[in-house]
């Protein structure tokens, strides 16, 4: 399955195309790597998804094509979750 469609059916990211913009700013990543909005998801990959401050890291347990809001949390397993500090632009 794409990247971009796991985080919207597993409910990591609301939207598909949030999603896809966090791909093609290379804030989403799949066992170390930068992913692209077409990259695959399998079972036992660990993604990593920046968003602002916040740093996400989960395990994929399992690929569905459609989850209702309670199975959807059962699709991945949280590794951390923790806010980072992002480099800035000083002028």
Do not use: W
């Not at 093609?24 to 998801?41: C, L, Q, R, T």
């Not at 660990?46 to 890291?57: A, D, F, N, P, Q």
Request: hydrophobic share 40%; charged share 35%; aromatic share 4%.
């Amino acid at each position: 399955m794409r990247i971009d469609k796991y985080l919207k059916v597993s409910r990591i990211i609301k939207r598909r195309e949030t999603a896809k913009d966090l791909c093609d700013d290379k804030d989403v990543f799949i066992n170390g790597k930068v992913a692209k909005p077409m990259s695959d998801v399998n079972p036992g990959d660990t993604i990593v998804v920046l968003i602002g401050r916040h740093k996400l890291t989960v395990k994929v347990l399992a690929i569905r094509t459609f989850a209702k809001k309670e199975d959807a949390q059962g699709m991945y397993e949280i590794i951390s979750d923790e806010t980072i500090e992002r480099a800035t632009v000083s002028e």
